[in-house]
Structure formats: C-alpha cells, structure tokens
C-alpha cells in the first residue's frame, strides 16, 4: 500500500510544477514515479528511497540541464537597467508640465516624466536623471 503514498508525490509534484514552470518539481514527479513502481514490486521501503533519490540525482545532474538548453526560453533576453536610459533621447508624448510631468517614449516604451521648464508635445529631449519608474528630462541633446 506504500505505493499510494509515491502516487500522492507524483500528484503533487506535477501540480506544484504546474504551478512554477521550473522542471524542478518534474523531476521529483518522475523520481516519485520510479519509487512508485518499486513500491508495487514489493521493494523494501529503503530500497524506495534509493530508487526515489538516485533517479532525482541523475535527472537533475544529466538530463534537466539538456532539457534546459532543448526548449526555449522566453526570459533569456536581459532587460536594460532603467539607469541605462540616462543620455539617451526621448519624444515628448504629452505636454509634460513642471508641476504635473507628462509622458515621453524611449525606445519604443511609454515612461512618466518630468523637467523643471515646460516641454511641448512632440519635442525631443534628453534623459538627465531617472528616479525610481520617473524620467528626469530637459530639453534639447546631452
């Protein structure tokens, strides 16, 4: 009856992989899948744990590393730094206001912005500062 315990970890791993996309909690499924099948051919209980852990040592050290280079992965590109946006040009979307800000485009992307003089929609500017998810702007190029 060991083995509906083994069935239990199998359920729960895939749930939990389902849940985080890692591959980790797949490996620990069909880990818990081969000490199932040891379980239903009258193995020890030690003999489960050794199935159980070899079977999860040899997948996560061999086969998840190739399985990680097999699929593709859409979080490989790494995002710039928003500090890195300091020197480069903007466009003024909306009117940005000393007192209120405005909006500005870097890059193709939409940010809150904000100068010390009244910029105009439509003029270029340049990113002199950013503060948290704020641009710091002033018109004209750096």
């Known amino acids: 009856m060991l083995w509906i315990a083994w069935f239990v970890l199998v359920v729960l791993f895939v749930i939990l992989e389902l849940h985080t996309g890692t591959f980790y909690m ?4 069909a880990s818990a899948l081969f000490a199932m099948i040891a379980a239903i051919s009258q193995f ?11 079977f ?8 998840l ?5 097999l699929i593709p ?5 790494v995002l710039p730094s928003p500090h890195q946006l300091i020197g480069q040009k903007a466009y003024v979307i909306s009117e940005i206001k000393p007192s ?4 500005v ?8 912005a904000f100068a010390d003089d009244r910029i105009q929609e439509g003029e270029e500017v340049v990113v002199i500062e950013v503060r948290v ?6 018109k004209g190029e750096m």
């Open 56 to 63: 999860a040592f040899v997948i996560y050290v061999f086969l």
């Open 100 to 103: 209120e800000g405005g909006l």
């Open 73 to 77: 992965s859409s979080s490989k590109e």
């Open 105 to 112: 485009k870097v890059n193709f992307e939409m940010w809150s």
């Open 65 to 69: 590393p190739i399985a990680r280079r």
């Open 44 to 54: 020890s209980f030690l003999i489960q744990l050794c199935v159980f852990t070899v």
């Open 133 to 138: 998810s704020k641009l710091y702007v002033k």
């Open 26 to 29: 797949l490996v620990l499924a």
